[in-house]
């Protein structure tokens, strides 16, 4: 698969580390965001904007792991061995009692284990009448019984503040009693289109118009990212009119992102405006897709980021730049990053050096359990359909010229854990 002529371009642009550095420690300085309460069952993925700690013990009593008997004795029992049955403890309906020696209790999972029992047999193990248990079997070491601080003591550290909320953390804070949250307010995203090239989709499409889809495709990015944009505005490449579509969202957005217009072209006027009503930080990455990226402040405190006018080099844009960003206004303490992995090209990759590359693929494993990258059609910062299904992006160094089935690679596994 051939990747295109040429580099046209010299050694120019920030590198992708140092261009996430610095949009970084821009975002740091700024304050953080305000915190909102909610209800528990509305908080995942939202931030938490304050170190949550347990109330109490939980389970915060001796719970039985299985089935069986729950023993007044606190050794091993041996074979043979028999006890009075006294009761039973089940979840919700404890036995009231506390046990002495030779007695025994019917006992279910989750049950509380009653004073005096430091066992319990499972019930495979046992012979057993309304009186009298009796035990046939060999016992393990195992006691089967789950300590009352087994989830939390009280007082513990639930979650941090700046933690962003997990499906997990949403079911342990529950089983701790907590129903309401602090949560940090989501960032609110303006997204500027520009182009005069770009109709709706469905609508007529003139000779030399394409249809709009930046718009589309970031909005989905951004909710799949847990992030929502608030004002989109699609504006043809007439200066008074981006001007005021900037101002506007700089003075009701959080954050200003574009697309297109910050390139070098005779229609491409984002960059300058910009530069006039705030200050771009810098401009261009040593990066493909994505090279005409820029990055800068509105009004003064409002982070502008200007991403490229064809879909993937926004989209991969986004994901490296953009999205850190937001997790760092959110509240976030420290932005996630995408897990690395070393995989092998599944087939040749035909390439020129020139610019480090973040190319499209899936993730396959071969009969011997290795991981494979394989890459499908064009890489074109202009064809969307290179985004479909991919799992991975592989980083390709700029030195590197074409590779063959096998070559080893750094990617980074852009599939999102569950928990």
Request: charged fraction near 20%; include cysteine.
């Amino acid at each position: 698969m051939a990747s295109g002529a040429a580099e046209p371009y010299g050694r120019e642009g920030l590198p992708l580390d140092q261009a996430r550095c610095r949009v970084l420690e821009s975002i740091k300085t700024r304050r953080a965001a305000a915190a909102e309460t909610r209800p528990l069952r509305s908080c995942l993925d939202r931030v938490c904007a304050v170190d949550v700690m347990a109330p109490c013990d939980v389970p915060g009593f001796r719970a039985s792991i299985m089935d069986g008997y729950a023993l007044a004795q606190d050794h091993q029992p041996e074979p043979g061995s028999s006890w009075t049955l006294r009761g039973r403890s089940a979840p919700g309906a404890p036995f009231a009692a506390a046990l002495v020696p030779g007695e025994a209790i019917r006992i279910l999972t989750g049950a509380p284990v009653p004073d005096g029992s430091n066992w319990v047999l499972p019930q495979e193990l046992v012979d057993a009448n309304e009186k009298r248990l009796q035990l046939r079997g060999d016992p393990s070491d195992q006691r089967w019984i789950r300590a009352a601080d087994e989830e939390c003591h009280a007082g513990q550290l639930l979650l941090a503040r700046g933690q962003r909320l997990t499906t997990a953390d949403l079911g342990r804070l529950a089983s701790c009693g907590i129903h309401q949250l602090q949560v940090y307010r989501k960032p609110q995203i303006g997204l500027l289109i520009s182009g005069d090239e770009l109709v709706p989709a469905g609508s007529e499409r003139p000779a030399g118009a394409i249809w709009e889809s930046n718009g589309s495709l970031l909005e989905a990015l951004l909710s799949k990212l847990n992030q929502s944009i608030v004002d989109q505005q699609v504006v043809a490449d007439q200066p008074a009119l981006l001007n005021k579509a900037l101002l506007e969202m700089a003075e009701r957005c959080d954050v200003v992102v574009s697309t297109g217009g910050v390139s070098a072209g005779d229609s491409d006027w984002i960059r300058t405006l910009v530069d006039d009503i705030g200050e771009i930080s810098f401009w261009k990455l040593f990066l493909k897709p994505g090279r005409p990226f820029a990055f800068g402040t509105l009004q003064g405190n409002v982070p502008f980021f200007g991403l490229p006018g064809n879909p993937v080099a926004a989209a991969v844009t986004a994901l490296q730049l953009l999205w850190p960003a937001l997790q760092l206004l959110e509240g976030q303490m420290e932005p996630e990053q995408f897990p690395r992995l070393r995989v092998r090209l599944a087939t040749p990759l035909k390439r020129r050096p020139g610019r480090p590359e973040l190319a499209r693929a899936r993730l396959r494993c071969n009969a011997n359990g290795e991981l494979l990258a394989e890459i499908g059609g064009s890489q074109a910062s202009s064809r969307i359909g290179s985004l479909q299904n991919a799992d991975l992006l592989l980083e390709i160094p700029a030195e590197a010229g074409s590779l063959a089935q096998g070559s080893e690679l750094w990617a980074q596994l852009i599939r999102r854990p569950v928990f």
